[in-house]
């Protein structure tokens, strides 16, 4: 009987450790599902600042900017969007000055949407899109 119980017993003591250890590996398991993808850095956060630059690949340039995100419509003049290359950014620049202009981008006008089709543009990048598309139309 002693040796029947010391079976029984040392089988579930395996039973047990076996349990603990599947345990163990489905709570690794899950938190590695449940993670985080991403993180949020907000503008001006010190803390993480330097890795966002870093991860989006540094500052972009007022062309990198357009040839991303602008000249899409830009190019093309769609919907009324003043065409690079010709005198509709002129006209736009002395009516409504380069401040306005940035403004107008920043939070949509007309038939464009906030930052056009960049929404992960800094204010900085919208006013180097808009000077480079200003440049380039002179």
């Known amino acids: 009987m002693k040796t029947l119980f010391a079976k029984a017993s040392a089988a579930l003591g395996v039973l047990a450790l076996s349990v603990s250890i599947h345990a163990a590996t489905s709570d690794e398991a899950i938190i590695e599902r449940i993670k985080p993808v991403g993180s949020v850095c ?12 870093a991860a989006a690949g540094g500052a ?6 357009v040839a991303q995100a602008c000249a899409g419509c830009h190019n093309a ?20 000055g380069l401040d306005m202009l940035v403004t107008n981008a920043i939070n949509g006008i007309g038939n464009m949407p906030a930052r056009g089709t960049c929404g992960d543009c800094s204010d ?9 598309m200003i440049a380039n139309s002179q």
């Open 42 to 53: 907000l503008q001006g956060d010190e803390s993480c600042g330097t890795a966002a630059a």
């Open 60 to 65: 972009r340039s007022g062309a990198d900017i």
């Open 77 to 96: 003049g769609v919907l009324g969007a003043p065409k690079t290359g010709t005198g509709d950014w002129a006209a736009r620049l002395d009516e409504k």
């Open 124 to 132: 900085d990048e919208i006013k180097l899109a808009i000077e480079d």
